[in-house]
């Protein structure tokens, strides 16, 4: 295993032949600055960053643990002037006049699995709770409702979770994504909060899983079904009035076709009927044009 400063932790790989990164996306370690590597009896690697120590496993990836200065570390921003050592079972870091000692085996992993609640969700420019919850038309407190449904008017929202294990609730760590909006999880954060912004009307499905501060995971995802109503003119009604209106549009131009060709049939018909009689008063004025003719020959 080897690191560069600036580059991250890597590990070679003697199939492929060359340097993988440990943490290419940044889930476990918060960035790539690495100043100093050590590794206890235990096999875990205690690793110096300018975000403070890490303790990982660099097999299974596991053990991890961040101590910063809120658990005694004398600086949480450290430089590559740091230094690593291992003494009579205890790690010592140091570094100008700051140093810390330690022994690993004092540190005992939190092994609580704590349960993950939707506690709150925000809208904008609106404060106060109860109108809040009438618009989400709850009838019972959020952390226990499996549903929420807003008008599209208030398609904008934030939504507020938490991870209840509370022996270092600022290193809990939560990954969530909302079905229909997000295309992978956001993995890993600090932040219990999302916030979405202009959604179009449907349901959505908004999943949560937490950890507590030494990344014990809760697997079984919590979930809220998100239901945004359409306008009134894109509701389930008015849709059936627009097909009742394409209907009578359709109705209403079959008519007038239909009087159309009668129209035409008719005004046909009648310069058929006009042609046939005009026909008919020719052969009458020729007949008795020959008639008179005859009987004036027969007369000479």
């Known amino acids: ?45 205690w690793v110096s960053s300018n975000a403070g120590i890490f303790k990982i496993n660099p097999v299974t ?14 600086r949480e921003s450290v430089y590559s002037s740091i230094f690593i050592k291992i003494i009579r079972r205890k790690i010592v870091f140091w570094w100008d006049q700051w140093f ?15 349960p993950v609640y939707v506690t709150d969700i925000r809208l904008p420019y609106q404060t106060d709770e109860q109108e ?31 991870a209840l294990s509370f022996e270092d609730p600022g290193k809990n760590r939560y990954s969530y994504i909302l079905r229909g909006v997000d295309k992978e999880w956001i993995l890993n954060t600090d932040n219990n909060m999302a916030s979405y912004t202009n959604l179009p009307p449907g349901e959505y499905l908004f999943e949560v899983r937490g950890s507590n501060n030494d990344r014990q995971w809760n697997e079984n995802t919590t979930t809220l079904k998100v239901v945004i109503t359409p306008p009134w003119w894109r509701s389930t009604f008015a849709y059936f009035v627009y097909v009742l209106m394409l209907l009578g549009w359709i109705g209403w131009m079959a008519w007038r076709w239909n009087l159309r060709v009668k129209r035409k ?8 009927q006009t042609a046939k009689e005009q026909e008919v008063y020719k052969s009458k004025i020729s007949f008795f044009i020959n008639l008179v003719h005859e009987i004036r020959t027969r007369l000479v």
């Open 1 to 45: 295993m080897v690191w560069y400063e600036w580059g991250g932790l890597c590990s070679f790989d003697a199939k492929e032949k060359r340097f993988i990164e440990f943490d290419p996306h940044n889930t476990l370690l918060p960035n790539k600055v690495i100043y100093a590597i050590e590794q206890d009896q235990g096999g875990d690697f």
């Open 61 to 74: 990836k596991d053990h991890f643990r961040q101590f910063t200065i809120n658990d005694g570390l004398a």
């Open 100 to 114: 810390n000692v330690f022994q690993p085996e004092q540190f005992v992993d939190n092994k609580y699995i704590p």
């Open 132 to 162: 809040v919850k009438k618009l989400l038309q709850l009838d019972k407190p959020l952390y226990m409702a499996d549903k929420v449904t807003l008008s599209y008017e208030n398609n904008s929202f934030s939504i507020r979770f938490v």
């Open 265 to 272: 049939y008719k005004r046909r018909m009648e310069k058929y």
